[in-house]
């Protein structure tokens, strides 16, 4: 099996970092391959320009890169994300690339009513989105509405046609010690065996 993750933090001493190494060294030691598409070291850039908008609109990607990653990810059976919330939303870089790739034409098309979405990314089984925050997930749920669920996992990824959409959040992640990173660690390996 093919895993595909798309990989958005730009210190490579974060714990994001550790779990994308943690993700890398479980996929690899049960026989699977492992495509990284780490957006701060590709250079991505996440703005949506005036060709990118007319683009969307006739359904006809034309930014280079953003083709690349879309052919990258129709050779996958699994898509991962692996991102902080910042500010309670991902950073920029990511919603760049939900922005460009997640594409009319390219990734998905409109049903005939134009209500709904049927997803052309017919290999992947699952999607699963890894996130990072300060954040304790009782406020962020009910102070701060829970964004990332609502918009990119609900609004996006399901919204657009992608089965087995799942997340897994760290929360506190500042203030938490070796020993609970690393019990965290130890649940990315055991998920991705």
């Given at each position: 099996?093919?895993?595909?993750?798309v990989?958005?933090?730009?210190?490579?001493?974060?714990?994001?970092?550790?779990?994308?190494?943690?993700?890398?060294?479980?996929?690899?030691?049960?026989?699977?391959?492992?495509?990284?598409?780490?957006?701060?070291?590709?250079?991505?850039?996440?703005?949506?320009s005036?060709?990118?908008?007319?683009?969307?609109?006739?359904?006809?990607?034309?930014?280079?890169q953003?083709?690349?990653?879309?052919?990258?990810?129709?050779q996958?059976?699994?898509?991962?994300?692996?991102f902080?919330i910042?500010?309670?939303?991902m950073?920029?870089?990511?919603?760049?690339?939900?922005?460009?790739?997640?594409?009319?034409?390219?990734?998905f098309?409109?049903?005939?009513s134009?209500?709904?979405?049927?997803?052309?990314?017919?290999?992947?089984?699952?999607?699963?989105?890894?996130?990072?925050?300060?954040?304790?997930?009782?406020?962020?749920?009910?102070?701060?509405?829970?964004?990332?669920?609502?918009?990119?996992?609900?609004?996006?990824?399901?919204?657009?046609?992608?089965?087995?959409?799942?997340?897994?959040?760290?929360n506190?992640?500042?203030?938490?010690?070796?020993?609970?990173?690393?019990?965290?660690?130890?649940?990315i390996?055991?998920?991705?065996?």
């Amino acid at each position: 099996m093919k895993f595909v993750v798309v990989y958005n933090h730009p210190y490579d001493g974060s714990f994001c970092h550790g779990i994308l190494e943690a993700l890398k060294e479980s996929i690899q030691k049960s026989g699977n391959e492992i495509d990284i598409i780490d957006l701060d070291k590709d250079n991505f850039n996440p703005v949506m320009s005036s060709q990118d908008l007319q683009a969307f609109t006739k359904h006809e990607m034309v930014d280079e890169q953003s083709k690349q990653y879309v052919e990258r990810i129709k050779q996958a059976d699994h898509l991962v994300f692996i991102f902080p919330i910042w500010w309670e939303l991902m950073p920029a870089m990511t919603k760049g690339f939900i922005d460009k790739v997640i594409f009319p034409g390219s990734t998905f098309n409109y049903t005939k009513s134009g209500y709904f979405m049927d997803a052309t990314l017919d290999n992947l089984k699952s999607t699963t989105v890894i996130t990072t925050m300060n954040t304790p997930k009782p406020i962020y749920s009910l102070i701060y509405g829970n964004a990332i669920k609502k918009a990119l996992i609900k609004g996006t990824l399901k919204k657009s046609g992608l089965k087995n959409v799942k997340w897994k959040s760290f929360n506190m992640v500042k203030n938490s010690k070796p020993e609970k990173r690393q019990t965290w660690l130890n649940q990315i390996t055991h998920l991705f065996q």
